[in-house]
């Protein structure tokens, strides 16, 4: 099963390498499809790939560490 989540870091969060721990902590593969990171903040567009259990889990566990998770409801990133 395929995912795509938008992610937002606020100041506090641009330097922790947050999807990395998210990859090592849930057997979940990420595709960076988008990212845009400044001093202040970042966001980044992932399609997530992983069973439907672990993938809720790896969702629930980002937004514990205070990222902002919204889906990814339309495709404009191939154009």
Same mark, same amino acid.
């Given at each position: 099963?395929?995912? *795509? &989540?938008?992610?937002?870091? =606020?100041? @506090?969060?641009?330097?922790?390498?947050?999807?990395? =721990?998210?990859?090592?902590? !849930? @057997?979940?593969? !990420?595709? &960076? *499809?988008?990212?845009? /990171?400044? =001093?202040?903040? +970042?966001?980044?567009?992932?399609?997530?790939? +992983?069973? =439907?259990?672990?993938?809720?889990?790896? /969702?629930?566990?980002?937004?514990?560490? +205070?990222?902002? &998770? @919204?889906? &990814?409801?339309? @495709?404009?990133?191939?154009?």
């Amino acid at each position: 099963m395929k995912r *795509r &989540v938008h992610l937002v870091f =606020e100041t @506090d969060m641009v330097q922790k390498p947050i999807t990395w =721990e998210m990859s090592k902590k !849930f @057997d979940i593969v !990420f595709n &960076v *499809r988008r990212a845009k /990171i400044t =001093e202040k903040t +970042g966001e980044s567009v992932l399609e997530l790939e +992983g069973d =439907e259990p672990t993938l809720d889990a790896a /969702i629930a566990w980002l937004k514990s560490q +205070g990222v902002h &998770v @919204d889906p &990814v409801t339309h @495709d404009t990133l191939e154009s």
